[in-house]
């Protein structure tokens, strides 16, 4: 039976819940996250693994997720344990090397897989990405510039792409967001 450890954590945009396997991460969860959440993630992905409390499993993770939320990172380097359908992945690969401080629209995102009719279908990659943050969807915005979905609201999206553009640089890119 597959184990997978849980554990919750406070950081200046809120508490964050991380699930991570025996292979990596598998699942943040964001504060005020809309959607079925880490139950719903766990019904589809994980039926039948058992999950327990163990903050010791993510001390490297909490320091990367931390030094994030302070403006201290802008890469991760831990493991991770995506569940996800090919198309899914092919986004996520995408998504995940959006610079930080940068963003790309969904027709951008559709256009670089080779899927330029896709957009719908990578909107709703997007709002299924499990490890929000570390895949940074918040930098998945609309063609125009506006800001569309995010599973934890969209003013922690605008919080996060102001945070990342706060760094040497960032007032041309902030313009640029909003």
Same mark, same amino acid.
């Given at each position: 039976?597959?184990?997978?450890?849980? !554990?919750?954590?406070?950081?200046?945009?809120?508490? $964050?819940? &991380?699930?991570?396997?025996?292979?990596?991460?598998?699942? &943040?969860? /964001?504060?005020?996250?809309?959607?079925?959440?880490?139950?719903?993630?766990?019904?589809?992905?994980?039926?039948?693994?058992?999950?327990?409390?163990?903050?010791?499993?993510?001390?490297?993770?909490?320091?990367?997720?931390? *030094? @994030?939320?302070?403006?201290?990172? #802008?890469?991760? !380097?831990?493991?991770?344990?995506?569940?996800?359908?090919?198309?899914?992945?092919?986004?996520?690969?995408?998504?995940?090397? &959006?610079?930080?401080?940068? !963003? #790309?629209? @969904?027709?951008?995102?559709? +256009? %670089?897989?080779?899927?330029?009719?896709?957009?719908?279908?990578?909107?709703?990659? +997007?709002?299924? +990405?499990? &490890?929000?943050?570390?895949?940074?969807?918040?930098?998945?915005?609309?063609?125009?510039? %506006?800001?569309?979905?995010?599973?934890?609201? $969209? *003013? /922690?999206?605008?919080?996060?792409?102001?945070?990342?553009?706060?760094?040497?640089?960032? *007032?041309? #890119?902030?313009?640029?967001?909003?």
């Amino acid at each position: 039976m597959e184990v997978l450890c849980t !554990t919750r954590f406070d950081t200046p945009f809120g508490s $964050l819940r &991380i699930v991570s396997s025996d292979k990596g991460l598998v699942y &943040i969860e /964001l504060p005020h996250a809309s959607g079925r959440g880490f139950e719903g993630w766990k019904k589809i992905h994980a039926r039948d693994a058992r999950v327990l409390e163990r903050r010791a499993a993510h001390d490297d993770t909490i320091d990367q997720l931390l *030094e @994030y939320t302070a403006g201290e990172r #802008r890469e991760f !380097t831990m493991d991770l344990d995506l569940r996800a359908t090919e198309f899914q992945l092919s986004v996520y690969r995408f998504v995940a090397k &959006i610079g930080y401080g940068e !963003t #790309r629209s @969904y027709s951008d995102i559709a +256009n %670089a897989i080779d899927k330029p009719k896709a957009v719908r279908a990578v909107g709703a990659a +997007n709002g299924a +990405n499990p &490890i929000p943050l570390v895949i940074p969807c918040h930098r998945v915005i609309a063609r125009d510039g %506006a800001l569309q979905g995010y599973a934890g609201g $969209l *003013e /922690l999206k605008a919080r996060l792409l102001a945070m990342e553009s706060s760094l040497p640089d960032g *007032e041309a #890119r902030q313009e640029r967001l909003f």
